[in-house]
């Protein structure tokens, strides 16, 4: 293995949760008269943490979303978890391999620590990650595309960053884990590659990430 800790994004590279909840924010953003389409969403607020969401309805309408917006939003996106969510095909794979092989593994994700466990509890995934292994953005002041959330999940793992790799779909994951100096693999089963173009390498099926790691 060529890095001593990979750093794994989590919504659309472990739980294929992007399609759910992009379609739940555009449809509740246009209910506060945002009118916002599902691809929009994907364009602007994939991969975001909470806050930016907030900052760039205030910037681009002047208006503050309400205070309630984030609770109403989780609640709607965690009932719909339990319904539809299903793992990234080929993520459990790859776990079960970096496992076996001893090789350190976290998640680094824009979700809160609620999100991202509920997520795991409905997928089966949570058989791989106990607490040390989860980082949220709630852990850090910025959210990606910032560095903070990656350099802290390295430090909390005690891996220096140039040792670590981070499995990322989203342009800003892709920047943050530039920006913290890591190598960064863009998955592109949702993401056009050129949008990844920052990228380290590009790969397209999940399933291919333990031999691509070698």
Same mark, same amino acid.
């Given at each position: 293995m060529r890095y001593d800790l990979v750093i794994f994004d989590n919504d659309g590279v472990l739980v294929d @949760?992007?399609?759910?909840?992009?379609?739940?924010?555009?449809?509740?953003?246009? %209910? #506060?008269?945002?009118?916002?389409?599902? &691809?929009? @969403?994907?364009?602007?607020?994939?991969?975001s943490a909470m806050h930016?969401?907030? %900052? #760039?309805?205030?910037?681009?309408?002047? &208006?503050?979303?309400?205070e309630e917006f984030d609770d109403v939003f989780?609640?709607?996106?965690?009932?719909?978890?339990?319904?539809?969510?299903?793992?990234?095909?080929?993520?459990?794979?790859?776990l079960e391999k970096l496992a076996a092989d001893e090789v350190p593994y976290c998640v680094a994700s824009s979700g809160s620590h609620e999100?991202?466990?509920?997520?795991?509890?409905?997928?089966?995934?949570?058989?791989?990650?106990?607490?040390?292994?989860?980082?949220?953005?709630?852990?850090?002041?910025r959210g990606k595309p910032a560095p903070d959330l990656f350099l802290y999940a390295a430090e909390r793992m005690g891996?220096?960053?140039?040792?670590c790799v981070v499995i990322e779909d989203s342009p800003l994951g892709v920047r943050a884990a530039v920006a913290a100096g890591m190598d960064v693999y863009g998955f592109t089963a949702?993401?056009?590659?050129?949008?990844?173009?920052?990228?380290?390498?590009?790969?397209a099926d999940m399933g291919e990430l333990a031999d691509l790691l070698l």
């Open positions: @949760s992007e399609p759910i909840s992009n379609r739940l924010l555009a449809a509740y953003l246009t %209910e #506060l008269g945002h009118p916002t389409s599902y &691809e929009e @969403s994907i364009r602007d607020y994939m991969g930016r969401i907030h %900052e #760039l309805v205030l910037e681009r309408t002047g &208006e503050r979303l309400p989780h609640g709607r996106v965690f009932a719909a978890f339990e319904r539809e969510l299903k793992p990234v095909a080929g993520a459990g794979g790859v999100r991202i466990r509920v997520g795991h509890r409905t997928t089966g995934l949570d058989r791989w990650f106990d607490d040390a292994r989860i980082f949220s953005s709630q852990d850090v002041g891996i220096e960053p140039a040792r949702m993401t056009p590659a050129a949008k990844l173009s920052q990228a380290t390498r590009l790969f």
